[in-house]
């Protein structure tokens, strides 16, 4: 089972459009990662600060829909320090529902 990783690409720079696309192109593919892992991890790429709210929502709301199964979404710039994220959330039990930002 494990952590799946998922990674969310194409979102366009607007808040309210990203939230938009991801919801209609990615929600479910994350359910469906979490079908078959015991935790997803979400990364996106960075964005500026008004993309944070839609972000935690969707990692929160996702984490409470899939309990006990764990959800925490990543974003950030630096690809050695989201690798070095991921590790360590899958190693966490105790950590869902976070947006964990790395740069």
Known sequence: MG????RIEGLPESALDA???????????AREALGTS?????????????HRGWRLAAVQD???EAAP???NGIAGRDEQAM?????????APGI???LLVVD
């Open 62 to 64: 996702l984490a409470r």
């Open 38 to 50: 015991e935790a997803l991890a979400l990364v996106f790429s960075a964005a500026a600060y008004d």
């Open 3 to 6: 952590q799946a990783v998922l």
């Open 83 to 91: 690798a070095t994220t991921i590790d360590w959330l899958a190693q």
């Open 96 to 98: 869902t529902g976070q």
């Open 19 to 29: 939230a938009a696309r991801f919801h209609r192109e990615w929600l479910d593919k």
């Open 69 to 71: 199964k764990r959800v």
